[in-house]
């Protein structure tokens, strides 16, 4: 994506310096701010405590952290720790698993002299392929999004929930892709951001759409319902941190209810996401694991003060008791299709199955 007019992608690699670039997506929208990640402990930070999220831009980082690990200790001891501090980071999204469990499987039969070099150039390796699978996402999905029916004059009425754009990817999105292609096509597009109480990725959406100039509108997460019943939404498009082998999907929570919504109101709601995404190794989604994040992110709110410097206001009074589920799973059922970088296809497990027939488990 062009930031300021300039390609950009998310996660700056370093491997003369062994060190990375990321962008802390805890200062966005107000501040663009790059943080230099030269440790296994600053990567394992990063993704717990979100400076980096969005399902492949965390297994990009991780495969970029493990490297980074391998230069301090790249004997097998060393492999392993790094790789169990990672994989402990965040529970929900495959693609932390995914990654690690590539980079473990490129490495682990290499001698410790050999892994550092080919940790750098597996990790870049993911990378790129998260840059061309979406790339190929945004070209199936725009295949779908013009036989979509508009309901209110020309304009192409879509919404989406929590970023699965740009910053959750290295590039280009994944939900976001399709709409970055159509409005590069020239189809008239825009978007309701659902603002995704209580991180605010909503925010992140935003400001990347307004980036490549997209149209679209913030609302609150609770405004969704009556934008459907009224006709001003056309198509629901959502990413995932993990689907499972029969379609279930996990993502951001609230994703669920915008699905029953959509169900109930004939509209189309579709899953971007890349094979990382997919776990053929859970039958369904019953036995996805959702993130349980700490109440401290639901009794504050956070924003800039009046001298434009980060703020945090706290909303809730001491001692009242928080649940705080970051993800909830979507029913296969309730999704119309899901988009890959090999194409679209049903939410089932024949239709997974046979869009990735390597995958078969027997
Ligand atoms: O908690 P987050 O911000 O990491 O959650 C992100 C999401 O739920 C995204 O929708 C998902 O990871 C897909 S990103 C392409």
């Known amino acids: 994506m062009n930031i300021d007019g300039t390609p950009t992608r998310t996660l700056r690699a370093h491997p003369g310096t062994r060190v990375i670039d990321i962008i802390d997506q805890t200062r966005l929208p107000h501040a663009l701010h790059w943080v230099r990640v030269g440790t296994l402990d600053e990567a394992a930070h990063a993704i717990r405590a979100m400076q980096v999220r969005g399902a492949p831009l965390i297994g990009a980082t991780a495969a970029y952290g493990l490297a980074i690990a391998l230069g301090a200790a790249a004997d097998d001891a060393g492999l392993e720790h790094a790789f169990d501090l990672l994989l402990r980071t965040r529970p929900t999204a495959v693609n932390l698993q995914w990654a690690l469990t590539r980079m473990w499987q490129r490495l682990q039969p290499l001698p410790p002299g050999e892994r550092v070099e080919a940790a750098w150039r597996e990790a870049a390796a993911i990378a790129d392929e998260d840059v061309a699978q979406n790339l190929a996402i945004g070209r199936h999905g725009l295949r779908l999004l013009r036989q979509v029916p508009r309901r209110h004059g020309s304009v192409l009425n879509l919404m989406t929930h929590c970023n699965a754009g740009w910053l959750a990817t290295v590039d280009g999105g994944t939900a976001l892709a399709p709409v970055y292609a159509a409005y590069d096509a020239g189809l008239p597009v825009h978007v309701w951001v659902s603002e995704t109480r209580p991180r605010n ?81 859970l039958t369904d989604g019953r036995y996805i694991r959702i993130e349980e994040r700490e109440a401290g992110e639901f009794r504050h709110v956070h924003g800039i003060d009046a001298h434009g410097q980060p703020s945090a206001l706290q909303q809730l009074p001491d001692g009242e008791a928080v649940a705080n589920p970051a993800f909830d799973v979507t029913p296969a059922r309730l999704v119309t299709a899901i988009i890959t970088e090999r194409g679209d296809c049903p939410a089932s497990p024949a239709a997974l199955q046979a869009l990735y027939p390597e995958e078969s488990h027997g």
């Not at 319902?225 to 941190?241: F, K, N, P, Q, T």
Request: glycine share 10%; with cysteine; proline share 5%.
């Open 201 to 281: 990725q909503g925010l992140l959406t935003a400001w990347e759409l307004a980036q490549h100039g997209v149209p679209h509108t913030l609302i609150a997460d609770n405004a969704a319902g009556i934008l459907m019943r009224e006709g001003r939404v056309d198509a629901v498009i959502v990413g995932a941190d993990r689907i499972a082998a029969n379609g279930d999907v996990a993502n951001k929570v609230g994703t669920y209810l915008k699905a029953l919504a959509c169900a109930d109101n004939g509209i189309p709601f579709y899953v971007a996401a890349p094979r990382p995404t997919l776990d053929f190794d």
